[in-house]
């Protein structure tokens, strides 16, 4: 079992070993005491691997009961946040008990704010089944629902008491989801760490599981010194969102409907790779985001995507933080004026 300890201001394990999960009962009990567990989950998730997660809660004497909601982005609502309270409250759910996280960011992202809030923060476990989430959403304590507003508005830090990635659940994703994984995998690559690169473009989409323990060990370690140096997101957090502001901008150009958020991120890291660092890099870059069945361009016209860029909540209202990588493995963190960015983009 690899094992990485992430030093923020509540230090935790992450446990990273293919058929974790049928032993996660007893790797949660080295943590955590409470005997009591809620399982937060969606339908799709439930129906492949919550028996295998609560059967060994059981066997370790922790009951278990399990709250399930429909799978997407629509559920990380303050109407399914409600219901998980309601349940938490019914289940009578004391300080001392915990939350359970089994699925993919939406399933982590609100099981972890309502762990944040419900009786002013209760213990929880993420246990991530999509690859996004086991290299992104589940390290780092960025907890979240989305209000009318806009994505992600409402949130707070909150960091788990233990992560849990098992690669052999990766196993039952579509492949649209381990692409929409392996976007923030190359992301990982490109700025902090060119073996993995290298390791990406000797696979492809079909046989990258062969390595995916050591793929998710990389990527969750980068994300950890990330993350230990800028735990509340004020400065050097930013270089993770290589790609996002204008893969931002595509998704939203899109209506967040047929794009997914990896393709949008794919597309944004080639667009800014082409328009400000050599050639060879950018084909280098086009070429491994093709092998894992991953957009390079967009229909969308500069011109309509600028606006969107402009909106993201990263930025202030004039400015915009993009990140550029020159070299494979090196990172910089660049601040332009809206116009700026606007010359650079379309000239
Ligand atoms: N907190 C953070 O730091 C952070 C970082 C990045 C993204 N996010 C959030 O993460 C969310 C996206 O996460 P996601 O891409 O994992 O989406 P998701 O949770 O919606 O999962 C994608 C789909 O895969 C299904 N699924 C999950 N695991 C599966 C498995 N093992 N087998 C088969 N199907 C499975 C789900 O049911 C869902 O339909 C967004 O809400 C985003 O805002 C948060």
């Known amino acids: 079992m690899k094992i990485i300890n992430v030093r923020t201001s509540r230090p935790y394990n992450v446990l990273i070993e293919r058929g974790s999960l049928k ?15 809620v399982v937060i989950t969606d339908d799709k998730v439930n129906s492949l691997h919550a028996d295998i997660l609560v059967e060994s809660l059981e066997k370790n004497g922790i009951s278990a009961s399990v709250f399930v909601f429909p799978h997407g982005e629509q559920s990380k609502s303050l109407t399914v946040l409600g219901q998980i309270y309601d349940f938490l409250c019914e289940k009578r759910i004391t300080r001392s008990d915990f939350l359970i996280a089994l699925g993919g960011g939406v399933v982590g992202d609100i099981t972890g704010f309502a762990a944040a809030t419900y009786l002013r923060g209760i213990e929880f476990v993420q246990i991530p089944t999509t690859l996004l989430a086991q290299v992104d959403s589940s390290v780092g304590g960025k907890t979240a629902i989305d209000i009318a507003g806009g994505k992600n508005l409402v949130g707070s830090f909150k960091q788990p008491a233990l992560v849990i990635c098992d690669s052999d659940t990766l196993r ?5 989801e381990l692409s ?3 976007a923030e995998v190359i992301k990982y690559g490109m700025i902090r760490d060119e073996k993995l690169f290298e390791t990406l473009e000797k696979h492809d989409i079909s046989n990258i599981d ?5 793929v998710v060990y990389t990527c969750v370690d980068i994300k950890r010194e990330v ?10 957090r930013m270089m993770l969102n290589f790609g996002h502001t204008l893969g931002h901008a595509i998704e ?5 409907t047929d794009y997914t958020h990896g393709m949008g991120v794919a597309v944004g890291m080639c667009i800014i ?4 660092c050599s050639p060879e890099l950018s084909e280098r870059l086009k070429k491994c985001v093709k092998s894992y069945g991953l957009p390079t361009s967009t229909e969308a ?3 309509e995507l600028l606006p969107y860029c402009s909106t993201d909540k990263k930025c202030d209202s004039d400015s915009i933080n993009y990140i550029v990588c020159e070299k494979i493995g090196q990172a910089q963190i660049k601040k332009v004026t809206v116009s700026e960015f606007s010359v650079l983009m379309e000239g």
Do not use: R
């Open 23 to 37: 032993k996660s009962g007893e790797l949660i009990s080295q943590v955590i005491h409470s005997k009591k567990a």
């Open 210 to 214: 062969d390595v995916m323990d050591s």
């Open 227 to 236: 993350v230990e140096h800028d735990e509340f997101d004020t400065g050097e």
């Open 180 to 182: 929409c994984g392996m």
């Open 172 to 176: 039952t994703l579509p492949q649209e």
């Open 301 to 303: 016209p500069m011109s």
């Open 252 to 256: 939203g150009w899109h209506n967040y």
């Open 273 to 276: 790779t082409e328009k400000l």
